[in-house]
């Protein structure tokens, strides 16, 4: 059972770099989501698709962009990565409406 | 719009003590409720759910009951295990018109010394 697998699991970045975060999901689910983690923040929504085709901002969605690939695959770009973007993302899918998510182990980004 | 409010930690217990994580909400429909727990390193995992008004969820010995009038949804353990050291989130999702989106508490940090 992969679950929701997310690549790469650590990153280091220079100031104005570029990159692409990798999800995928195995569950034949409707909904993607990416959030950020920071101490005493909470988890904090970037974007969301709510189904295949679609994508929609959270709450802090400056500085990235999102693709929905596929119904399994949700990516999450920085275009030119800046110090306030060091954090570990988490990736999450779920049925669609009122269901519960599952969660991606995560990835460590640090931006220097 | 939605909002959860769990109780600030971090919380430290002995070994078998009883745990009781304070969770309230604030919702425009009918919300369904849920606690995650997050172990160091790792991502959220689900530990329980309720979709109702009196529902309880229950998982690895810990409870959780959906108390509508108090708009409530605390967590208890009766014998916390040091395996229990984790982060909990409470969580609601708004199942009315097209929310997709769970709303999550800021989380709370416990600490169980052996």
């Known amino acids: 059972n992969a679950g929701v697998t997310q690549t790469p699991k650590f990153q280091v970045l220079k100031t104005g770099q570029s990159m692409t975060l990798q999800c995928a999901q195995d569950m034949n689910h409707n909904s993607m989501y990416w959030y950020r983690q920071d101490p005493g923040m909470g988890l904090r929504l970037i974007y969301y698709s709510a189904s295949e085709g679609t994508t929609d901002k959270g709450e802090v969605p400056n500085g990235y962009n999102v693709s929905r690939l596929n119904k399994r695959e949700f990516s999450l770009r920085l275009e030119s990565a800046a110090p306030s973007q060091t954090s570990v993302y988490f990736c999450?899918?779920?049925?669609?409406?009122?269901?519960?998510?599952?969660f991606g182990s995560g990835t460590r980004l640090t931006v220097v | 719009g939605n909002s959860v409010t769990q109780m600030e930690g971090p919380v430290t217990l002995s070994e078998e003590a009883f745990l009781t994580i304070n969770c309230t909400y604030t919702a425009t429909g009918y919300p369904s409720l849920f606690w995650y727990v997050q172990y160091p390193g790792e991502g959220l995992q689900l530990l329980l759910k309720?979709?109702?008004?009196?529902d309880k969820g229950s998982n690895k010995g810990f409870e959780a009951t959906y108390r509508k009038e108090t708009t409530s949804f605390h967590l208890e353990k009766g014998s916390v295990q040091v395996s229990d050291s984790a982060v909990y989130f409470c969580a609601l999702s708004d199942r009315g018109g097209s929310n997709y989106k769970l709303t999550f508490g800021k989380g709370t940090l416990l600490t169980v010394n052996p």
């Open positions: 999450a899918s779920s049925e669609g409406q009122g269901a519960a998510y599952t």
């Open positions: 309720a979709t109702k008004a009196d």
